[in-house]
Nanobody, 119 residues
Framework: QVQLVESGGGLARPGGSLRLACVAS????????MGWYRQAPDKERELVAA????????YYADSVRGRFTIARDNAKNTWYLEMNNLEPEDTAVYYC????????????WGQGTQVTVSS
């Protein structure tokens, strides 16, 4: 099993920045890819960004490309989502997620952290 704990959400003004962090514990050796999802009220959960644990392509949703950056620190079993130039449309609950072997699906989820962008 893998446990994920997020931190770093909160309130930001339009144009502002926030950084989210996700710390993994347990069987972290099985994780092959890490990601961030978000879910706004009355909307489906969407994948915002994802990064492989080792090497490979990084994914960004069109709505955040150029403003958000996903990064990892494997030594700390932690990954981050740096969010810049925030917009009110970025308001959502953000979830970190992990893809393990052998399923290669996002099977593990954090509890979620609220991000609110408002003036």
């Amino acid at each position: 099993q893998v446990q994920l704990v997020e931190s770093g959400g909160g309130l930001a003004r339009p144009g502002g920045s926030l950084r989210l962090a996700c710390v993994a514990s347990g069987r972290t050796d099985v994780i092959v890819r890490m990601g961030w999802y978000r879910q706004a009220p009355d909307k489906e959960r969407e994948l915002v960004a994802a990064i492989p644990r080792i090497a490979g392509n990084t994914y960004y949703a069109d709505s955040v490309r150029g403003r958000f950056t996903i990064a990892r620190d494997n030594a700390k079993n932690t990954w981050y989502l740096e969010m810049n130039n925030l917009e009110p449309e970025d308001t959502a609950v953000y979830y970190c997620a992990a893809q393990p072997r052998p399923t290669f699906r996002f099977d593990y989820w954090g509890q979620g952290t609220q991000v609110t962008v408002s003036s």
